[in-house]
């Protein structure tokens, strides 16, 4: 059977390029994926509870291609390559949520490609504002994501001496409020709008 582990907020699970025979499943909590690109370490996946990570290594074998962090105390399920071929043989609902998981992962990480791949700042932190607002709370005024403005330019590599002209800019055509802890986008349409015709 899988045993557990706790972790603490900012405990590593594993570090890119750590060869590993085990997963970990999110039980409570949430851990951060994240990647060094182009010298920046750069999220390219938020994880909730139900979630996984580390089955790279599990199923393909090799170093792991990302980073994991825990982003508050969490417990996870260790799942090891024998335990898991064991669940996928015996248990078809288990294979159907490992697809399931996998197909959101390669979803995510074309996302997150997709967002780096963009270098104009504005453009980066407008498309990582879309993909938070996927998950966001709806509101009658809008879209409210939990985050910061900051969050989001470190999670595409945004340098802070620009994020100050993009969040005046954001600010300026009303696409976006700034609120105590996290951010309203009043509407979703508009942003891809913006990033569609490629500027303000």
């Not at 089955?55 to 508050?72: C, D, K, R, Y």
């Not at 980066?124 to 900051?150: F, K, S, Y």
């Not at 340098?159 to 509407?187: D, Y």
């Amino acid at each position: 059977m899988p045993g557990g582990r706790d972790f603490g907020a900012g405990d590593v699970l594993f570090s890119e390029g750590d060869e590993s025979d085990a997963m970990f499943v999110i039980q409570s909590g949430g851990v951060r994926l994240h990647k060094a690109i182009d010298g920046q370490d750069t999220t390219v996946a938020e994880l909730a509870p139900g979630d996984f990570c580390g089955e790279v290594s599990v199923v393909l074998g090799g170093p792991q291609p990302v980073s994991a962090t825990a982003t508050a105390p969490t417990k996870c399920l260790v799942v090891n390559a024998d335990t898991l071929e064991q669940m996928v043989t015996s248990e078809a609902a288990i294979t159907v949520s490992l697809i399931q998981g996998l197909a959101r992962r390669v979803r995510t990480m074309q996302n997150a490609l997709e967002v780096l791949a963009r270098r104009d700042s504005q453009a980066r932190i407008v498309m990582a504002l879309i993909r938070h607002c996927e998950n966001g709370e709806q509101r009658p005024d809008g879209v409210w994501i939990p985050r910061r403005l900051t969050d989001l330019a470190k999670e595409v590599a945004v340098p802070k001496a620009e994020l100050g002209e993009v969040s005046k800019q954001l600010l300026k055509l009303k696409l976006l409020r700034s609120e105590r802890n996290g951010i309203l986008v009043p509407e979703v349409s508009r942003l891809y709008d913006l990033v569609k015709s490629g500027g303000g």
